[in-house]
């Protein structure tokens, strides 16, 4: 029943775009905050976007590494977050997973997770 499917991801060219979008379903989208992992090749998944509920102000966060290039957004009325990642760089390649959690009392209490996409940065 819950559903959070992932688009976008492709082969990119160094300097380079791209817009990731996570669809969700099966749960109430606005109540829970979203985020965008990655894991590159040989790595550890990493946390690179976070943004809060609506109603806690829609505040956005990024790891040091994608600051100032990628963007996280959603759009309630869709169920759907984006990831907008402009100057990609080689580093930037692994797989994009989007996660929902719930933490009404200041932690997680239950996630979900999407199958991830590919996004390879190369020349």
């Known amino acids: 029943q819950v559903q959070l499917v992932e688009s976008g991801g492709g082969l990119v060219q160094p300097g380079g775009s791209l817009r990731l979008s996570c669809a969700a379903s099966?749960?109430?989208?606005?109540?829970?905050?979203m985020n965008w992992y990655r894991q590159a090749p040989g790595k550890e998944r990493v946390l690179v976007a976070h943004?809060?509920?609506?109603?806690?102000?829609?505040?956005?966060n990024y790891a040091d590494a994608v600051k100032g290039r990628f963007t996280i957004s959603r759009d309630n009325a869709k169920n759907t977050v984006y990831l907008q990642m402009n100057s990609l760089k080689p580093e930037d390649t692994g797989v994009y997973y989007c996660?929902?959690?719930?933490?009404?009392?200041?932690?997680?209490?239950?996630?979900?997770w999407g199958q991830g996409t590919q996004v390879t940065v190369s020349s």
């Open positions: 996660n929902a959690a719930f933490a009404p009392y200041g932690s997680t209490i239950l996630d979900y």
């Open positions: 943004i809060t509920i609506t109603s806690a102000g829609g505040s956005t």
């Open positions: 099966g749960f109430t989208f606005s109540n829970y905050v």
